[in-house]
Structures are given as C-alpha cells and as structure tokens.
C-alpha cells in the first residue's frame, strides 16, 4: 500500500486530473499542479485550496510540457514546495484530429510530441529520482488506444502505445528500486476533450469514476488498469482480433 | 450525455444544441445557435431550464469554489455547484445555507435564478436575501457585476429573472452559522385545516422553520389533516448522535405510473398515522430538509408519462378560504398527491422583480401525467387561484396560461427591458406569447 500525501500533477486542469485532484485533497494530500492555460489553473488552485485542510500544500505553476527544456527545473520547484515526492500523475494530452493528421505530417509530429514525447522527458527525470530514494509511485494516463491501431485514431494510438510500451520497461527497471509504474487506460470519459463525440449509453464513464480508479491503483501499486475495469474484456477481443480480418473491419 | 430534461421530464422537448461549461472565464462560441439558455443539474420542473431551439447551456462543469471567508461565512462559488457540495464544504466548518429549498442537488445558479425558498421563509425571505453578489454574462460580451445595493434593476431582474439576463457566472452567499449538523424537530398532528392554521400561527411565532405535510386524499370534517414539522438548528450538545447517509436508487422508469388511486390513499394515510414527536428530538439536518434526495430518480416511480407540480401562493387575506377551495376541487376530481405540502410565507418583500415569494399561503402538489384529467384538474385550481389573486411558481411549471402568469407577474413587462436578447426559454415564449 503506497501512501500517497505529496503528489505532482501534469495537466492538472484535464478533467480526470482535476476530479482526481479534489479526491486527493479530500484524504489529505498536498498537490502540485502543473497546467498551460494559467485562468484554468488558477480557478482549480483556488478551488483546492478551499477544500484543503489547513496543513495541505497546494500549489503549482503553468508550464507547456511540450517545452521539455522547462522539466528538469519543474519538478524541482514542485519538489521543493511539497518537499518530496510521494506520487505522481501525468495526465495531460490533446485528442488529435485524425483526418488533419493524415493530410498533415507536421500535425502528427505535434501530437506525438505532446502525447508521447513530453510524457517520455518527464518520465526520464522523474525515474532517476525515485530509483534514488528508493519509494514512490508514478502514474500515467495511456488509453485503451494505444492498444491497437484503428483507422479513426491511430496517430492519437501511436503515441499513447509508445507510452504504454515505454512505461512496460520502465516498470520492470523500477520494480527492483520499490517505485510503481501505473499504466492507466480509461475507456471513453465523458470530458470536454471528448466534447465532439457523441456520448451517451453504457460505455461511457464518468470522470469521477476513472479519478477514483486511478487513486486506488497508485495506492496498491497496481501494473496496467483498464477504467472502467470492463476494458480489459473489451480490449482483449480487440487485441485477439487476426489482423487480415481486422484490416477489413471498420473501428 | 442524454439529452437534458427537467425533474419532473415534462415536457420532452431537445434544444438544437448542447453546449457545456467548463471555465467560468469562458465566452460562449458566436456560431452555437442562439437563443442560449443555461441549465444546471434539471431539478425545476417544466419548462424554465428547458429550449426548444437554440443552445442549451449546461452549466454543472463550473463547479469550483472561488473562495471561502471561514470566519465571517461568505463563500463565492461557480454557479454550477450544487447545495449539497457547498453543504459539504461548509458544515463540518459551522456554516449552514441560509435558504434551502427541498432539494440540495440544485446549483446555485438555478437555485438564484428561481429565487428559491425553503421552511424558514417566514424568518430569513428566499435565496436572493443571500447573495452578496453576482457575475453576469450578456450575449453581447459584457460582464456585469451585480449586487443588491445597486439600483440599476440588474440584480432585482437576475434574482428569480429564470436565467432570461444572461449567464449567472458566479455568486457570493453569506451564510449562516450553526453550533453542528443536527436539528431540533417537533411534530405534531392536526386533524382538520382549522387546527392547521392556529397551529401554525403559534409555530410561525416560534420557530425559524415551519412546514406542513397534508392528506389531500381526506375529505369533509378531515379534510386538510396533516403534521407540522416546526424545527431550529439545535444547540450545542454533550454528545450527538450517529448519523449514516443511506440512499436508495428507482432503478428503472416503470411503463405506467406507479403512482395512482390505491398506492396514493395507502401512503397518504400512513403518512398521517406515522409517529409524531410533539415533546422535539434531534434530527440530521439531511433527512430533515432533503428525505427526497435519499431516493435516487425517484422521478421515475411516475412513468414515461411523468408527472405535474402545482405549487400556487395566495394572498393572506383569500388563504383560508382558497386553500380550502382547492383541496376541495382536488379531493372531489379524485387525483391526489404523494405529499401536499403548505407553508405559510413571511412578509419580507422578495428582491427579485418575478420573484415567487410573497406574503401569503403556499401549496405544492405534484401529480402523475394522466393528460386531459390531469389539465382538466388545473384549470380548475386555477380558477381559485386567479380568483383569489395569487399566482403560480415559475419553477415548478409546465403548463400555466400566459394569462395567469402576467396577472401573478405584473413586473413581467418592467423586466423584458432586461432580458438578454441572445436568451430565451421555452416557458417564457409559453407565457409572453
């Protein structure tokens, strides 16, 4: 069981990040919030702050994690105001416009950065100092997209499938220094990201919901978690699916 | 997700879009269609939260606190947060919502917006006395701040305005302390709407909260039997009790409405024999103000058909007679309601320009959609409360004739200068047109 009381969150103003927050707060942790649009960070800052006890740290600073020049000196500001790091989630990321990315290699190469690359800078730096004190969690947010290439997503699927397979090596490296690696990989979030997509029936989960999934795993040092668990199921039909019938179906 | 409805999930009617909130310093995009209309978490009923063309603004994303004064109790907040999460909040701390209304998963926009009221009129007036002050957001892009001191006409035309100014942002409430979460309740029986009267004159004096649950079913010498619940925040004490929220969920909507003649009588009358406590106990304050929230969705025992609120005042001088009139004309056409309720308002002048709050008797009733019996049973009780110059709450409606909302209104034409034009809803096109 990892107690989890210093945590640095990265896109703190995504929707599951900020419900995640609020659960965070309400079992006592201190937070430090890392998030690009500084009125959204501000407005969750406040908000967190009113639910804190009076002991809880809460913090953070607008940053554009695709600046991975920025990262080193980021969590060490954020080190310094929790003093130590206990936890970490890494929940920013864009859902790119497949079509455009297909017209436009510069725009794949912009999402990869953002989805993939920014999330593999910060996981270097954040590994390296948890092997060295020997404890701690870290926690991302992949997708059931990474999974397997689907026509409709798959540049978005490319870079969350990098993450998930470089967090897979990651967590067998730290395995032995006591760190988690936690793989979370929600199913479809009823989120503003998801905000041009048509919602509605069983498949689609609160982010409420994958905050609490995603609190439970860290704490028990979970592997990969599909949220809601029923993923899994769903994933690993997808998964077995051979690919020449796969390559004629329309997903 | 699903398409937004009011609690009461009538009328069924789909805007052309949907557009949700999630930063309060946000604009509204130019090319959603217009008019907009905000809609928080769909606990009024009818039609005041709903549009049938234009954008439906949905507002329960800007749920984040701004900030909170724990020694002097004012607390500003989105206004997409709900009672229950500034209750929360702010109860472990001392501090108690001044006005509340029977339900604690209304937002505080909504809950401005309809000028709410609850058990304790009589002594504090409705949710508009509470607000220190407001964001207002114009289609036009200006901001406006409003507070009631000002004398420009924006907060009174905001406060019970149904959301027809603009976009409520954010709000400051000022709140009230308390020495902890329980309340002091006595209960008491009467048997006929004569005792009712004396005995509430005497609760009214008395007791910051006062309300009455009545048999709408029992006629002659019983009619208008019921129990007054008279409550008060409790005092500070030795030892409290333990308290356990519990919530049961409908699970599904029933194809019929479960709800009718026998299921009716039976909950009425048992209602009527439970137990009362005339020498006081303590109370949660969570059962005590909000025993429907414990039942999740408990909108669908009602059907597909849904069902009817009927939530009229009266002035004090017709209240007796009226009052008796209508549960009269409601015992004699054979409908009845769950739970009628009746409460007596005080006398502070509301703030809001259609405010529904005045002095007087309130009377709410709901009842199951049985279409043309059902309309029939209305236009009667409206007859009575046209007659005896009252008026219906806006909140709570889904049907009323345009003719009885501007005799009940009659600052509606003094307000139009203050709707915003980029507004509108499906209940003011029903009752200005």
Redesign the interface.
Request: aromatic fraction near 10%; avoid cysteine; charged fraction near 30%.
């Given at each position: 069981m990892n107690s989890i009381k210093r945590v640095i969150l990265f896109g703190a103003t995504s929707?599951i990040a900020e419900q995640t927050a609020r659960q965070l707060v309400a079992q006592g942790a201190s937070l430090y919030c890392i998030g690009r649009?500084p009125?959204?960070l501000t407005?969750?800052i406040?908000?967190l702050k009113?639910?804190a006890g009076d002991t809880q740290c809460i913090d953070g600073s607008v940053a554009d994690l695709t600046d991975t020049q920025q990262h080193d000196r980021l969590i060490d500001l954020a080190e310094h105001r929790l003093g130590g790091i206990d936890g970490v989630l890494i929940a920013h990321g864009t859902l790119p416009d497949q079509r455009a990315c297909q017209a436009d290699f510069s725009l794949t190469r912009q999402e990869i950065e953002t989805n993939a690359l920014s999330v593999i800078s910060l996981l270097t730096l954040l590994a390296n100092r948890l092997e060295q004190q020997q404890y701690g969690v870290i926690a991302v947010i992949s997708s059931v997209a990474g999974d397997r290439g689907r026509q409709s997503n798959y540049v978005y699927g490319a870079a969350k499938g990098m993450v998930s397979i470089f967090l897979q090596g990651l967590r067998n490296r730290l395995a032995k220094a006591n760190v988690n690696v936690v793989t979370i990989k929600p199913g479809f979030v009823?989120t503003?990201m998801t905000?041009e997509l048509k919602?509605?029936g069983p498949l689609?989960a609160k982010p409420e919901k994958i905050a609490q999934g995603i609190i439970t795993a860290m704490q028990n040092g979970k592997s990969e978690v599909y949220l809601p668990w029923f993923w899994w199921g769903i994933m690993l039909v997808i998964k077995y699916i051979p690919e020449t019938i796969f390559k004629r179906m329309s997903l | 997700?699903?398409t937004p409805h009011s609690w009461n999930r009538l009328p069924r009617v789909t805007a052309d879009a949907t557009h949700?909130l999630?930063?309060?310093?946000a604009s509204i995009p130019d090319d959603l269609p217009r008019p907009l209309l905000a809609h928080g978490n769909g606990r009024s009923y009818g039609d005041v939260c709903l549009t049938e063309q234009g954008t439906l603004v949905l507002t329960r994303?800007l749920d984040?606190?701004?900030?909170?004064d724990p020694l002097r109790g004012v607390l500003r907040c989105e206004a997409g947060v709900t009672l229950a999460e500034i209750l929360a909040?702010v109860v472990p701390r001392g501090w108690f919502l001044p006005c509340t209304p029977g339900t604690r998963l209304a937002t505080v926009g909504g809950a401005i917006a309809n000028d709410v009221h609850g058990k304790n009129h009589h002594a504090v007036g409705s949710f508009g006395h509470h607000i220190r002050a407001l964001e207002l957001w114009r289609s036009d892009g200006t901001i406006l701040e409003c507070r009631p001191e000002d004398n420009n006409g924006w907060f009174a035309a905001t406060v019970g305005g149904l959301g027809l100014t603009g976009l409520i942002r954010w709000a400051e409430l000022q709140l009230m302390p308390i020495q902890n979460p329980w309340m002091w309740v006595e209960s008491q029986r009467f048997t006929n709407l004569d005792e009712f009267w004396s005995l509430n004159r005497y609760a009214e004096a008395h007791w910051p909260y006062t309300v009455a649950w009545i048999d709408c079913l029992a006629q002659g010498k019983a009619q208008g039997r019921g129990i007054l619940l008279a409550g008060q925040h409790a005092a500070a004490q030795t030892e409290l009790p333990q308290f356990k929220e519990r919530s049961k969920r409908i699970p599904a909507t029933p194809p019929f409405s479960l709800v009718n003649g026998f299921s009716l009588r039976a909950f009425n009358t048992l209602y009527y024999r439970q137990p009362v406590k005339p020498q006081g106990a303590l109370t949660h304050y969570v059962p005590y103000f909000y025993p429907l929230d414990a039942i999740q969705h408990w909108n669908r025992i009602y059907g597909r058909r849904g069902f009817y609120q009927y939530q009229c005042v009266i002035p004090p001088r017709e209240a007796e007679a009226a009052t008796a009139a209508l549960l009269e004309t409601i015992a004699r056409l054979g409908e009845g309601s769950f739970l009628a309720v009746l409460k007596t308002f005080g006398r502070k002048p509301s703030l809001g320009m259609l405010s529904f709050p005045r002095p007087g008797t309130t009377l709410a009733l709901d009842f199951p959609n049985r279409g043309d019996k059902t309309r029939h049973l209305f236009e009667e009780l409206d007859a009575i409360v046209r007659e005896a110059g009252g008026a219906l709450y806006p909140g709570k409606d889904a049907r009323m004739p345009a003719s009885l909302f501007q005799s009940g209104y009659p600052q509606w034409e003094t307000f139009k200068k203050f709707i915003d034009p980029g507004f509108s809803s499906r209940f003011w096109q029903r009752v200005t047109s």
């Open positions: 929707a649009n009125d959204k407005a969750l406040d908000d009113i639910r009823d503003p905000a919602k509605g689609w | 997700m699903s949700t999630t930063q309060r310093t994303g984040r606190f701004i900030g909170f909040l």
